[in-house]
């Protein structure tokens, strides 16, 4: 069974820009979740998507704005990027939202802005 | 708030040693609890994970403890081998509106010294 794959693994991008990352989970998966790790701030839940609906987000600006298609793949998009965006941006798949349900996580992707 | 403590934030023992790192929650409503260990450079990978209605659960050098009266749970790895270093996440499944929300502590750098 693949893993969850994100891409892409790594992007440099300018101040102003916008960058979209992509997730696609496990097969079956339908729920998707967005976390950013930095050294400082660890793991922060960015937002989470379960049958193409937003059913959770963080405590982060409206900058970041995420979807999920119908194939539950996924995607979130930073709009007007600062450099305090720089960070480890990893998905997490799972079979189904409720709390007996564990997540699996992509590799990342290693966004840097400069 | 929701809210995950891990303790220590670094752990150095030696090869063979017991390690055995500490995580307290806010919230009396969560009912999963998952540790995931992260190498360096790598994703987040899911070692245990524990469920409210279990009070233990071993899987090998590795076990998880949950208190839910007190609100706290504890990973204990026995006879560490140099390729348990890594970086250890807790994290637990809030209720209410972060229904689907993993919310991570902010880490356990473990070092095992051959």
Sequence with gaps: ??????????LIKT????VTLSCSPISGHRSVSWYQQTPGQGLQFLFEYFSETQRNKGNFPGRFSGRQ????????????????DSALYLCASS????QGYGYTFGSGTRLTVV | GENVEQHPS?????????????CT????????FPWYKQELGKRPQLIIDIRSNVGEKKDQRIAVTLNKTAKHFSLHITETQPEDSAVYFCAAKFGGTSYGKLTFGQGTILTVHP
Aim: aromatic fraction near 8%; charge should be neutral.
């Design chain 1, 1 to 10: 069974k693949a893993g969850v794959t994100q891409t892409p693994r790594y």
């Design chain 1, 15 to 18: 101040r102003g820009q916008q």
């Design chain 1, 69 to 84: 298609f119908s194939n539950s793949r996924s995607e979130m998009n930073v709009s007007t990027l600062e450099l305090g």
């Design chain 1, 95 to 98: 079979q189904g939202q409720g």
């Design chain 2, 10 to 22: 670094t752990l150095s023992v030696q090869e063979g040693d017991s390690a055995v790192i500490k």
């Design chain 2, 25 to 32: 929650y806010s919230d009396s409503a969560s009912n999963y």
